[in-house]
Every structure is written in structure tokens, then in C-alpha cells.
């Protein structure tokens, strides 16, 4: 058996957020510019500067310097990453860009746009290594599938609601 293909049917060595999501994060980049989100006292975020005021830099002392041990953990991550074949690494990236599409498919209402755009991201990504995905693509091929399906059937599905609203609106 190919050491791609056994290397494939281990668990993933890479951190997964299937089951599990970080709420954190150091900054968000919009297209105003990047914003850090802050919790205030009550635990509630602060707000971020108005569009095309850059935030204050972080104080000097929130920024942390890597102890040793840190760096240490760094490296022993890089090494199992560097050790994990590409296509793993790529594929559990697929997953997580169809996990998006399905969170934002399952909101109520549906999030379409933003849907849309994972979809389509998905689908060139997986157009673009067509072929170099070993046995995760078939798997991620047909998922793409089911996501393009219940798009359309949701989008039909709002659009015949909205035409509805407007001619109930019209009687």
C-alpha cells in the first residue's frame, strides 16, 4: 500500500474543529482596516474605530514573548505538519470550507451570500487540485455536490417567499 494513501487513514495530526469552535481572536481585517476585538468588563465586545481610523496599537506588554518552551512547542508543531502529506493537509482544509458553507446553508434565514462565496471558494479550490486529493476527493466532490444542491433549493426557496410576500402585498 502507498505511504499517501496509509498516511491518509490515520487520524488527521492537525488540529480539527469538527465538534469544537474558537470564539477567539487577535484581529479581524476589514476592508476599512483591521479591527481588534476587545471585551470590556462585562464580558461584552468593545467597539471597534470608526471606518478608516486605525485602532491603537496594542500596549507593549500584551505582546508576549515566546518562552523557550513555546518555542519549542512551535517547532514540534512544524515538524508533524511538515510530516503530514499535503494532501491531508489540504483535504482537512476542504472540510473546514465546507463546514462554513453548511453553517452558513443551516441559519435561519439562510446567510446565501455568504454561502455562495464558500461554495464557490470550495469548488475552485477543489478544480484546482483536481486529481491530488487521494481518497478524500470523491468524498469532497459529492459534499460539493449536496452543497450546491441545497443552495439552489434555498435559494429558490426564499426567492418563491419573497415573490409571494409581493403579491399578497399587491392583492
Known amino acids: 500500500m502507498c505511504g499517501q494513501v496509509e498516511a491518509f487513514k490515520w487520524q488527521a495530526p492537525l488540529p480539527s474543529t469538527q465538534g469544537h469552535y474558537c470564539t477567539s ?3 479581524l481585517w476589514t476592508p476599512s482596516g483591521e479591527h481588534f476585538p476587545k471585551k470590556d468588563d462585562d464580558g461584552s465586545d468593545a467597539q471597534s474605530p470608526p471606518p478608516g481610523q486605525a485602532p491603537p496599537p496594542p500596549p507593549d506588554d500584551s505582546v508576549a514573548v515566546p518562552t523557550a518552551e513555546a518555542q519549542a512547542e512551535y517547532e514540534a508543531m512544524r515538524r508533524q505538519l511538515a510530516s503530514t502529506p499535503a494532501e491531508v493537509v ?6 473546514g ?3 462554513l458553507a453548511t453553517i452558513y446553508l ?13 461554495i464557490d471558494g470550495l469548488g475552485a479550490l477543489l478544480d484546482g487540485v483536481k486529481g491530488r486529493l487521494g481518497e478524500a476527493e470523491p468524498s469532497l466532490l459529492e459534499a460539493l455536490s449536496q452543497l450546491r444542491l441545497a443552495f439552489v433549493q434555498l435559494e ?3 426567492r418563491a417567499a419573497a415573490e409571494s410576500a409581493a403579491n399578497s402585498a399587491q392583492n
Not at 106 to 118: G, I, Q, V, Y
Open 25 to 27: 481572536m487577535s484581529s
Open 90 to 95: 489540504m483535504a482537512n482544509h476542504c472540510y
Open 97 to 99: 470550507i465546507f463546514e
Open 106 to 118: 443551516s441559519n435561519k434565514p439562510p446567510m446565501l451570500f455568504e454561502a455562495r462565496l464558500a
Open 156 to 158: 429558490g426557496a426564499e
